[in-house]
């Protein structure tokens, strides 16, 4: 078979995938009678409203000279994480905004980082494909630097997403440019399973962000620059068991909700998404008005939900952050950053 003739059939299957994609998408449409937000209008729900003082910064945290690329909390909120591109980790005391600790890091290019549920230990990993655990009881050396207590190495693209398993503290997700997560054993250091790589249901593109199920810690979700989030479940690695659509570019950023039955999702085509993780379905989606085009739609970079799932958290690489009603999917920003959240 000729060169010619393969690239004919290539261009014939890709537009026959595009057809059979927009097909499966008119089907939806079908299904789907209503969103959320158009349900709970006509329930005569209204909106939350905010006065000037109900969101106001509490705390500004100082220290890193660098860019603070990700931050984690305590299962008992009481003390955070915050990782730079200083090369440091720092921990704060939240209560107080006091250092309790800081790290250097083995390599300062890094992404991620996570406490572990326990909060006697963190993760972190970036561009040296690899994530390191630190053990923040262990002794110093003789610089004064906390030691790396294990290396979890594997990956063959960057750690963009760490996260330990709520109720194992011994267990640890990471998502990777290499297309994969990985479920760790940071005791031993050795991989339990991989999720996507050359299973055919897996990422096609760098997974960028991980979020495990706080009811079910079996269940996490994932998103990645295939503009796709997938479920797994970590008893069977050998398949997604739903690939999620809708976005329609990078998926930066993936969070359950509260009540583990569903998760949100922020992206580089400037919405954030909420899904059903039983059916598949796109519940809502929470998008900008913009009077220009959609060059000028900053990307979304961060979300999270409040304790009771009514409020959605966004950070936008406009420095603004956005809180939606995740009901009736209206808006509220505040600002404060001058760069990049």
Request: aromatic share 8%; net charge neutral; charged share 20%.
């Amino acid at each position: 078979m000729s060169f010619s003739e393969l690239k004919d059939r290539h261009v014939a299957a890709t537009a026959m995938v595009n057809t059979l994609r927009d097909r499966l998408n008119q089907k939806r449409q079908q299904l789907l009678d209503t969103d959320v937000a158009g349900y709970a209008k006509s329930q005569g729900r209204t909106a939350v409203n905010f006065s000037s003082t109900d969101l106001v910064c509490c705390r500004t945290l100082q220290g890193h000279t660098g860019k603070v690329y990700s931050l984690d909390w305590t299962p008992e909120k009481n003390r955070i994480v915050s990782a730079s591109q200083d090369g440091r980790l720092i921990i704060w005391n939240a209560l107080t905004s006091q250092k309790t600790h800081a790290i250097k890091l083995p390599c300062a290019w890094v992404m991620t980082c996570s406490f572990a549920p326990n909060g006697y230990s963190v993760a972190c990993g970036g561009l040296d494909s690899e994530c390191s655990i630190f053990n923040l009881n262990s002794q110093v050396d003789r610089d004064g630097n906390l030691p790396v207590s294990r290396v979890l190495t594997g990956h063959k693209g960057y750690v963009s997403s760490c996260e330990f398993v709520r109720d194992q503290d011994t267990r640890l997700i990471t998502g990777s440019g290499d297309q994969t997560c990985v479920l760790w054993d940071v005791t031993t250091g050795q991989r339990i399973s991989v999720f996507g790589g050359e299973f055919p249901s897996g990422h096609t593109s760098d997974v960028l962000s991980i979020s495990i199920n706080s009811s079910n810690s079996n269940m996490f979700v994932s998103g990645s620059c295939d503009a796709t989030a997938r479920l797994w479940d970590t008893r069977i690695a050998s398949r997604a068991i739903r690939t999620y659509h809708g976005h329609h570019g990078d998926v930066n950023t993936v969070k359950f909700f509260p009540d583990g039955q569903r998760f949100g999702t922020g992206s580089d085509d400037g919405t954030c998404r909420l899904f059903d993780m039983r059916t598949g379905h796109q519940l809502q989606v929470y998008s900008q008005q913009q009077a220009n085009n959609d060059q000028d739609v900053p990307i979304v970079t961060s979300i999270a939900f409040s304790i009771s799932g009514r409020l959605l958290f966004a950070g936008y690489s406009n420095g603004d952050c956005y809180v939606w009603d995740t009901l009736l999917a209206e808006i509220w920003a505040f600002g404060g950053h001058r760069k990049v959240i």
